[in-house]
């Protein structure tokens, strides 16, 4: 996978106490992991091994990443001041970022939560489980990035811009994303070939 | 106890059991065997049965530092003999010479005596008449896991109980980790008991479902019904309390505490209406979970003609406006929860008349409550500052400067609970002046990962110098130091419950950048009283070294984003004598280290495991090594059987088997 996402991550700017995040490289979201024990095979089995680091896989709730039932709090304590939640909401914290795809020659869009995918590769891996199952002839082929691939991903930005994924980082990605497009590979030339590579 | 348990059955003839038709049942135990056999009363020490059966001896109290309620001075759970209970039922129809009456009217006198559960619990092992005995004079019954023991058991063994704790859920199901449904329902266990229980006065819940029809056979089976009290519990409405209301006429107290109670806003039933005419004996009303409207009339009518009242904690539907109204139609009272603290709309300012009311109530010990506190009405209670013993602001979003006329009159503190918005500061002035504080516990206003922190290390450290005497902690914070938590186990060295959260995971102490190990480890090596450890932060198997080497006492453990390998857990199976409850989230101890607890499984009250790296495998391999353990696999949605990583175990020891009322995403191993 192209995405250097170590030095991404140096790269972000982020509000913390210096040196105090030292947390652990993406876990895979929920529903990626779903994705993959339905395919039922070996494969995806290790996959998930992979993918998890030494914390074991954990269920993520949509707004602000957080962790079902951490901190540990009770619902009723918790909900008590909806106002600190409000401030969150409207800086982005609550809610999901829903995005349409569509891949050239499928038959329907697919929507999916950007908030749940933490990286570039754990969103390629979603987008492949995904759509594998419109693509003609063998699954190798839907690799999104990475040598022999055939399709790119290219997404719509607030200025309505067709653009290459891969190229900014994630969160501003996010940010700005409007829809994601699954094309052949052919019709992706002339656009950044950095998320192909 | 050692000494008195061989004098009863020296004498052979003395044991009530020889007739051999009764006993030999062909589900009896080794140890009932042995027991008829006069050789040896004790079984003997390899008989699996009698690892669950002295492992069932153990932890009997149901505090985890939450409720004040349920520290009832009860007795342990029933025992796992095979059916010692039909066996003894079988019996107690037979002809007088089947029985010493002497031996068993004097053992019955002075087994009275006993309240303990642990000593009830070992004295019903000596012998099948001391057995048999305890068994006729036990009135507080505590099951501490609802499977452990089926309803018929326990009651088939204890015919006469006067109060029942029974808890359900394991802790974990407050923060969302178990999906609805699971189980924990009360219905099978009233059904049971209204038939058999004619004298029983009192019942505690906790974690349990409750559906209003269950309150409807409380209500109308037990004439002596006294004292009911409810700890998150889910499952009933307000009808339900309405049978309670108008049926209980002997009710003394009615304690709800965070419950989920299940009417929608607003739509409630008047229950308070239902309470009968005249005078009640009613000493505690609790009600701040129930999130309806109450009819204030009838409120303050029942306040006004309950003279024993001495607790009263109100729901956020009562202003100050009502408040002191209440207050003043019950100036006994030692016990307040506040409603909402603030006057709702066009209702007023009443600063003069709360401040009278608080003036007037000389009694009063124990304030909370203060919703939606509006910072104007925080005065009114300077007045009762100075008697106060516990005082809860955790849902008051006060600063520092608010806090400060408060504190600093409560010298007699000594349990506090508090918003981290007061900031260290705040612990600051908690420290110099409540030098008698024994808990403490502060809460986080912004209950999120990455939010600011608001206390930190110096507010821990701060507490630590001024308040010696604490036995009891729960701090959440988002970052800390190992300096600060030695400081505290050297400074309070009567800890006997210690709870740190630090909400953002694997933080390392912020000043030097290493793993909070060394604070976790001397915490358990200078607190030589603690039974409850809470751990967060950044964690090796270090920690778990420590915790197992020097946690002789720890009966619970909180494991949360903590530790490198299976050697964490199995420092902590291997070095804690004392464990029972033991829950753990998202570490990394697979089967190996799940495993090396097989010895010890049968001596705990459950084991919580949820997104660590065991599997199923492992868990079948403990319900194989373990047939007495109930292991039921949970997930959160219906997936592939076979799908390797495992979502959550939930672990415990039963004489019950697997239940038959699980539910679909439950798989019993």
Known sequence: MIIDTENLRATELRLGLPGADEEAPDRPARGCKRLMTETGSEESGSRIEVLEDDRGPEATVSSKAQVVGWPPIRANRKNVFPGRKAEAEAAGGGGGIYVKVSMDGAPYLRKIDLKLYKSYELLREALEDMFKCFTSGDFSSVTLGGGGSNYAVAYEDKDGDWMLVGDVPWRMFISSCKRLRIMRGSDAKGLSPKFLN | ?669
């Open chain 2, 1 to 669: 106890m050692k000494q008195i348990k061989w004098y009863a059955c020296k004498n052979p003839k003395k044991n009530i059991f020889n007739p051999p038709s009764v006993l030999f049942h062909r589900e009896a135990s080794p140890s009932i065997r042995l027991l008829n056999s006069k050789t040896s009363p004790i079984p003997p020490p390899s008989s699996p049965l009698r690892e669950v059966q002295f492992a069932m001896l153990g932890n009997g109290d149901c505090d985890d530092g939450n409720d004040d309620r349920c520290s009832l001075n009860t007795c342990g759970i029933a025992q796992p003999n095979s059916r010692p209970a039909a066996a003894a039922s079988s019996l107690v129809g037979l002809p007088p010479p089947f029985f010493d009456q002497v031996l068993d009217n004097v053992l019955e006198n002075v087994l009275c005596f006993l309240t303990s559960h642990r000593d009830r619990n070992a004295a019903s092992l000596v012998c099948k008449s001391w057995f048999l005995a305890e068994a006729q004079t036990r009135l507080e019954l505590f099951i501490g896991n609802c499977y452990a023991v089926s309803p018929a058991r326990a009651i088939g063994r204890f015919r006469c109980i006067q109060s029942l704790v029974l808890k359900g859920k394991p802790r974990f199901a407050d923060f969302n980790l178990i999906p609805l449904g699971w189980g924990a329902r009360f219905s099978p266990w009233i059904a049971a008991m209204a038939p058999s229980y004619p004298s029983l006065q009192r019942i505690c819940l906790k974690r349990m479902t409750v559906a209003d029809a269950d309150l409807v056979i409380l209500a109308t089976s037990f004439p002596s019904f006294r004292d009911l009290t409810l700890i998150c519990c889910d499952g009933f409405t307000t009808a339900g309390l309405a049978a309670i209301a108008e049926n209980c006429r002997q009710l003394r107290s009615l304690d709800l505490i965070e419950n989920d109670v299940e009417d929608d806003d607003d739509d409630g039933v008047d229950w308070v209406s239902c309470f009968p005419p005249g005078k009640t004996c009613l000493e505690s009303l609790v009600f701040d979970c129930v999130g309806c409207a109450v009819n204030l009339e009838a409120l303050e009518s029942l306040v006004a003609r309950s003279p024993s009242l001495w607790r009263l904690r109100v729901n956020d539907y009562i202003s100050v406006g009502r408040l002191f109204r209440l207050m003043a139609r019950a100036p006994q009272l030692t016990h307040l929860g506040t409603g909402s603290f603030s006057s709702f709309d066009g209702e007023g300012d009443f600063r003069a008349s709360l401040e009278s009311a608080f003036m007037a109530s000389k009694s009063l010990v124990c304030i909370s409550g203060f919703r939606d506190l509006a910072p104007e009405y925080l005065p009114s209670i300077y007045p009762a500052c100075a008697n106060l013993i516990s005082l809860n602001l955790s849902y008051a979003l006060i600063t520092t400067d608010q806090l400060k006329p408060v504190i600093t009159r409560c010298h007699n503190l000594q349990t506090f609970w508090v918003l981290d918005s007061v900031l260290d500061e705040g612990l600051q002035m908690v420290a110099a002046t409540c030098k008698n504080l024994r808990e403490l516990r502060v809460f986080p206003l912004d209950a999120t990962e990455d939010s600011e922190g608001s206390v930190s290390d110096v507010g821990l450290v701060a507490i630590s110098e001024g308040c010696k005497k604490l036995q009891s902690i729960l701090y959440f914070c988002q970052t800390m130091t190992n300096a600060a938590v030695v400081a505290m186990s050297n400074n309070c060295q009567d800890l006997v419950v210690f709870r740190l959260c630090i909400m953002g995971r694997h933080r390392p102490d912020h000043l030097t950048g290493e793993p909070m190990d060394e604070g976790f480890g001397a915490i358990v090596k200078n607190c030589k009283n603690l039974t409850r450890l809470a751990v967060s932060g950044l964690l090796t198997d270090k920690a778990f070294a420590y915790i197992g080497k020097y946690g002789k006492l720890v009966r619970t453990l909180s494991v949360a984003f903590a530790g490198n390998s299976d050697l964490g857990l199995r420092y902590v199976l291997e070095g804690c004598p004392k464990l029972q409850k033991l829950e753990i989230r998202d570490s990394p101890f697979g089967d190996t280290g799940l495993l090396s607890g097989i010895h010890h499984y049968y001596n705990m009250r459950f084991l919580w495991m949820s997104s660590c790296k065991v599997s199923v495998k492992g868990c079948k391999e403990v319900a194989r090594r373990l047939p007495h353990m109930v292991v039921e696999v949970i997930r959160d949605r219906l997936e592939d059987d076979n799908s390797v990583a495992m979502e959550k175990l939930y672990m415990y020891r039963s004489l019950a088997g697997p239940r038959n009322d699980a539910p679909p995403f439950v798989k019993l191993l």
